[in-house]
């Protein structure tokens, strides 16, 4: 398994693998960029088929995060963590303070919180041994209403820049994944008189969302093809590739998840077949913009930054229209230009 010359690697400062016997922890964390400050992003825990599957998920979400930040105008670097482990894992406590013992070995260069497989619980349990947590309990919490909040704003964007509308009401909106973002997603969408049309692989999230918001409940593989007007990717990466981008039918992909393209080139497929997309990690940085007020946590102030995101997006989708570009590569020159300068 290479690591300098892996395709992912792109300059990151540092990689740190964690393993402890006793609690069977096997981690491993990226440090992606710290111009802007110390590297913070989220944990992940996921049932990884090998360890190189489990390092590219890291370096690609870390990178990600290092361009979330910048944009979202945040004082933070990027970084991330992924702890190779079934999610649904019972036996946390050993494993989380195993996990917080590894990033205190970090001396603060990586604050991580929260993501898919993880609870707020979980770090508090890790914060016990390390400062170095973030999205705490009693402080900035859990951060997926705010996500969602800037997600349902982006949705907005895309739709007043596309057709010149302010409204959601009567569009329908396919949303892949309705767990802690997605929920909270469907509630603002359907609040707004969206038609939903939902899949998870967890039962008793469809038949919350069913019941509470009449969404239409489709199969996993029948997402893509839906008849709808938007897309919103909220489960796990990589789902805009070469087998779904023939299947879609809506015109915008806006949604919370992660690493959304499977490679960029899928960024230009979209443009040539007209479909707006709202680069990933510009439209879901409503978490973290949430705990990067974490230190005198102001709920108010929090919200008012996380809907600056319909106006950073709206710039990008007028700037990719004026020099003919993807929307994904203006985002990560803007990002770039802010990290550049930070030196
Ligand atoms: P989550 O684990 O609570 O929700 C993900 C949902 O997707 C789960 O309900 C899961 O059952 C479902 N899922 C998994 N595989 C699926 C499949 N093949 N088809 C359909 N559904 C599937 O995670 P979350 O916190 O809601 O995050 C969702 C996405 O948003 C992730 O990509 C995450 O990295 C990203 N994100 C989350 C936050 C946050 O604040 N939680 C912030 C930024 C980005």
Not at 149 to 161: D, M, P, Q, R
Not at 327 to 333: I, Y
């Amino acid at each position: 398994m290479a690591v300098f010359n892996h395709i992912s690697f792109d300059e990151h400062e540092q990689v740190v693998f964690c393993q402890d016997k006793e609690s069977g922890l096997r981690a491993i964390v990226a440090v992606h960029n710290t111009n802007l400050g110390p590297a913070v992003g989220g944990c992940r825990m996921w049932n990884y088929e090998s360890d190189d599957e489990a390092l590219n998920d890291v370096l690609r979400l870390s990178r990600g995060m290092t361009y979330k930040n910048a944009l979202a105008g945040l004082e933070m670097g990027g970084g991330k963590s992924v702890i190779i482990a079934d999610p649904k894992t019972q036996d946390r406590e050993a494993l989380f303070r195993a996990f917080g013992r590894c990033i205190d070995g970090l001396g603060g260069k990586y604050y991580s919180a929260e993501d898919v497989g993880v609870s707020t619980a979980d770090i508090m349990i890790a914060h016990e041994e390390t400062p170095y947590m973030a999205g705490l309990e009693g402080k900035s919490g859990d951060p997926s209403p705010f996500t969602a909040l800037g997600t349902y704003l982006g949705i907005k964007a895309a739709v007043k820049h596309q057709r010149g509308i302010d409204s959601l009401k009567g569009l329908k909106i396919s949303v892949q994944g309705v767990g802690h973002v997605g929920y909270y997603l469907c509630r603002h969408l359907h609040q707004e008189g969206a038609e939903l049309i939902v899949t998870d692989i967890n039962q008793s999230s469809l038949d919350r969302v069913a019941t509470e918001f009449g969404a239409t409940v489709v199969a996993p593989q029948d997402i893509y093809h839906q008849d709808v007007d938007i897309y919103a990717p909220c489960a796990l990466g990589a789902t805009i590739n070469d087998t779904t981008i023939p299947l879609l039918k809506a015109t915008i992909v806006a949604g919370c998840a992660n690493n959304q393209l499977a490679e960029a080139r899928h960024g230009e497929k979209l443009k040539e077949l007209g479909v707006l997309y709202a680069p990933d990690y510009v439209i879901n940085a409503g978490g973290i913009i949430n705990v990067s007020f974490e230190k005198d946590y102001d709920a108010t102030l929090a919200t008012q930054k996380v809907e600056e995101i319909y106006n950073t997006l709206t710039r990008i989708f007028v700037q990719a229209d004026k020099q003919d570009r993807t929307t994904s590569s203006v985002a990560d020159d803007l990002a770039r230009a802010i990290i550049e300068a930070a030196k």
